[in-house]
Every structure is written in structure tokens, then in C-alpha cells.
């Protein structure tokens, strides 16, 4: 994923394994920690819950790791 903060000049690239849960308890929980503006615009909550597991952050427009997992 990339992540850019256009007014701050600032950027992120994170390196990630993304898990899509269609249904189930893991699902339940992710929606539970959803932001409510998000779940408004899914008032049917026919959408899946994603975990995002990071691995590593670099800055944008360098190399520089920012933050890595062990």
C-alpha cells in the first residue's frame, strides 16, 4: 500500500499480506473496530472485513526503512 500526505509532503510505502473475511467471527470483530462513517455506507453490511498484516514501512521517496517486523 502507499499512503500519501499531499499538504505535509509526506509518504509512506508499507509492506503487507491482506487476509479478506467473508464471514465469521474474525469478520464480526473487524467490523466491530470499523468507523462508523464506513459502516453508514454499508447500512446492509454486505461488505468484508480486510486485516492488513505490515511487515515493513518505508519513507516514499527513499529507501529508508522506516519501521520493520522481527
Known amino acids: 500500500m502507499l499512503f500519501y500526505d499531499k499538504e505535509n509532503r509526506l509518504g509512506w510505502h ?3 499480506t491482506a487476509t479478506v ?3 465469521g467471527d ?3 470483530q473487524i467490523m466491530r ?3 462508523k462513517g464506513e459502516l ?3 447500512p446492509e ?3 468484508y472485513g480486510v486485516l492488513v ?10 529507501f529508508n ?3 520493520a517486523r522481527d
Open 14 to 16: 508499507f509492506y503487507d
Open 21 to 23: 473475511h467473508k464471514d
Open 26 to 28: 474474525l469478520r464480526q
Open 33 to 35: 473496530r470499523t468507523v
Open 40 to 42: 453508514d455506507k454499508d
Open 45 to 47: 453490511r454486505k461488505g
Open 53 to 62: 498484516c505490515v511487515d515493513k514501512i518505508r519513507g516514499y521517496s527513499g
Open 65 to 67: 526503512v522506516v519501521q
